[in-house]
Nanobody, 122 residues
Framework: QVQLVESGGGLVQTGGSLRLSCAASGRTLRNYNMGWFRQAPGKERDFVAS???????TYVDSVKGRFTISRDGAKNTVYLQMNSLKPEDTALYYC????????????????WGQGTQVTVSS
Protein backbone atom coordinates (compact mmCIF):
# COMPACT_ATOMS: atom_id res chain seq x y z
CA GLN A 1 0.00 0.00 0.00
CA VAL A 2 1.35 3.40 -1.02
CA GLN A 3 1.04 5.82 1.86
CA LEU A 4 2.69 8.39 4.11
CA VAL A 5 2.48 8.07 7.87
CA GLU A 6 3.21 11.01 10.16
CA SER A 7 4.39 10.66 13.74
CA GLY A 8 6.26 12.49 16.48
CA GLY A 9 3.70 15.02 17.61
CA GLY A 10 2.88 15.74 21.22
CA LEU A 11 2.27 18.31 23.92
CA VAL A 12 5.11 20.71 24.71
CA GLN A 13 5.54 24.01 26.48
CA THR A 14 6.37 27.24 24.70
CA GLY A 15 10.00 27.17 23.68
CA GLY A 16 10.12 23.40 23.47
CA SER A 17 11.07 21.15 20.57
CA LEU A 18 9.62 18.24 18.64
CA ARG A 19 10.76 16.23 15.65
CA LEU A 20 8.10 15.01 13.28
CA SER A 21 8.63 12.07 10.97
CA CYS A 22 6.93 11.19 7.69
CA ALA A 23 7.56 7.60 6.66
CA ALA A 24 6.70 6.42 3.18
CA SER A 25 5.71 2.92 2.23
CA GLY A 26 4.99 1.33 -1.10
CA ARG A 27 6.98 3.90 -3.09
CA THR A 28 10.33 5.61 -2.79
CA LEU A 29 10.45 9.30 -1.89
CA ARG A 30 13.72 9.70 -3.77
CA ASN A 31 12.38 11.55 -6.78
CA TYR A 32 9.80 13.67 -5.00
CA ASN A 33 9.79 17.14 -3.57
CA MET A 34 8.18 16.74 -0.16
CA GLY A 35 6.26 19.13 2.03
CA TRP A 36 4.86 19.61 5.51
CA PHE A 37 1.51 21.27 6.05
CA ARG A 38 -0.50 22.12 9.15
CA GLN A 39 -4.12 22.75 9.98
CA ALA A 40 -5.23 24.55 13.12
CA PRO A 41 -8.79 24.12 14.40
CA GLY A 42 -11.25 26.07 12.27
CA LYS A 43 -8.59 27.05 9.73
CA GLU A 44 -7.46 25.85 6.36
CA ARG A 45 -4.50 23.56 5.85
CA ASP A 46 -1.41 25.68 5.21
CA PHE A 47 2.00 25.00 3.74
CA VAL A 48 4.85 24.99 6.28
CA ALA A 49 8.03 23.72 4.63
CA SER A 50 9.30 21.78 1.66
CA UNK A 51 12.43 19.95 0.61
CA UNK A 52 13.33 19.23 -2.97
CA UNK A 53 14.43 15.84 -4.22
CA UNK A 54 17.99 17.25 -4.12
CA UNK A 55 17.68 18.53 -0.55
CA UNK A 56 16.90 22.22 -1.05
CA UNK A 57 14.57 23.49 1.70
CA THR A 58 12.01 26.27 1.72
CA TYR A 59 9.95 27.60 4.64
CA VAL A 60 7.00 29.81 5.29
CA ASP A 61 8.16 33.03 6.96
CA SER A 62 6.58 32.26 10.32
CA VAL A 63 8.80 29.21 10.90
CA LYS A 64 12.08 30.36 9.34
CA GLY A 65 14.95 30.00 11.79
CA ARG A 66 12.92 27.69 14.03
CA PHE A 67 11.99 24.69 11.86
CA THR A 68 14.30 22.50 9.80
CA ILE A 69 13.11 20.05 7.16
CA SER A 70 15.32 17.14 6.15
CA ARG A 71 15.13 13.78 4.44
CA ASP A 72 16.76 10.37 4.76
CA GLY A 73 16.69 8.38 1.56
CA ALA A 74 17.82 5.17 3.20
CA LYS A 75 14.89 5.34 5.63
CA ASN A 76 12.46 6.70 3.01
CA THR A 77 11.51 9.33 5.56
CA VAL A 78 11.16 13.10 5.78
CA TYR A 79 11.58 14.99 9.04
CA LEU A 80 10.56 18.32 10.49
CA GLN A 81 12.62 19.48 13.44
CA MET A 82 10.67 22.15 15.29
CA ASN A 83 12.45 24.33 17.86
CA SER A 84 11.36 27.37 19.85
CA LEU A 85 7.77 26.29 19.52
CA LYS A 86 5.01 28.84 20.05
CA PRO A 87 1.30 28.39 20.88
CA GLU A 88 0.46 29.50 17.34
CA ASP A 89 2.29 26.40 16.04
CA THR A 90 -0.48 24.26 17.55
CA ALA A 91 -2.03 22.27 14.71
CA LEU A 92 -2.42 18.90 13.06
CA TYR A 93 0.66 18.39 10.91
CA TYR A 94 0.65 16.48 7.62
CA CYS A 95 3.24 15.57 5.05
CA UNK A 96 2.72 15.14 1.34
CA UNK A 97 4.55 14.72 -1.91
CA UNK A 98 4.41 17.92 -3.93
CA UNK A 99 3.48 18.54 -7.52
CA UNK A 100 6.67 19.54 -9.36
CA UNK A 101 7.56 23.20 -8.96
CA UNK A 102 4.70 23.91 -6.58
CA UNK A 103 3.72 23.87 -2.92
CA UNK A 104 0.61 21.89 -3.80
CA UNK A 105 0.18 18.33 -2.59
CA UNK A 106 0.04 15.58 -5.13
CA UNK A 107 -1.91 12.36 -4.80
CA UNK A 108 0.97 10.05 -5.69
CA UNK A 109 0.98 8.72 -2.13
CA UNK A 110 -2.79 8.68 -1.83
CA UNK A 111 -4.99 11.08 0.05
CA TRP A 112 -3.99 12.95 3.21
CA GLY A 113 -2.93 10.76 6.11
CA GLN A 114 -4.02 10.99 9.72
CA GLY A 115 -1.48 13.65 10.56
CA THR A 116 0.23 14.12 13.89
CA GLN A 117 -1.02 16.56 16.52
CA VAL A 118 1.29 19.24 17.88
CA THR A 119 0.05 21.19 20.89
CA VAL A 120 2.12 24.00 22.39
CA SER A 121 1.01 25.27 25.77
CA SER A 122 1.64 28.83 26.89
Amino acid sequence: QVQLVESGGGLVQTGGSLRLSCAASGRTLRNYNMGWFRQAPGKERDFVASISWSGLPTYVDSVKGRFTISRDGAKNTVYLQMNSLKPEDTALYYCAALKPGTRTASTDFGSWGQGTQVTVSS
